[in-house]
């Protein structure tokens, strides 16, 4: 069963940044796709970002509208870990981040569905205004 461990949640101000990792504890395949999602309390399960390692050291990356421009998802598939930077953090960035991941097929859609086969605990991100 692979694990997924996230760290570097946190808090931080309005138009700040953090940096999220989640590193695998197997790896995953040369194809595999990787996401991160948030869960604000009182609401539903949203996707951020993900990423799709095509195997040919391509990745493919897919963003919430909302995330879009602010946010980088990149993936190190030697160490088996996803990242997720956020710049100009908002308040309403303030969740649970998830990560999630799972093996991949050549020309796979790597996109918000609720295919992901690993999840991991989550890591707190709050941002204040």
């Known amino acids: 069963q692979v694990q997924l461990v996230e760290s570097g949640g946190g808090s931080a101000q309005a138009g700040g940044s953090l940096r999220l990792s989640c590193a695998a504890s197997e790896y995953l395949g040369s194809r595999n796709c990787m996401g991160w999602f948030r869960q604000a309390p009182g609401k539903e399960r949203e996707g951020v970002a993900t990423i799709y390692s095509t195997g040919d050291k391509i990745y493919i990356t897919n963003y919430a509208a909302s995330v879009k421009g602010r946010f980088t998802i990149s993936q190190d598939n030697a160490k088996n870990t996803v990242y997720l930077q956020m710049n100009s953090l908002k308040p309403e960035d303030t969740a649970m981040y998830y990560c999630?991941?799972?093996?991949?097929?050549?020309?796979?859609?790597?996109?918000?569905?609720?295919?992901?086969?690993?999840w991991g605990q989550g890591t707190q991100v709050t941002v204040s205004s």
């Open positions: 999630a991941a799972r093996a991949a097929r050549a020309g796979a859609v790597c996109g918000f569905a609720n295919n992901f086969a690993y």
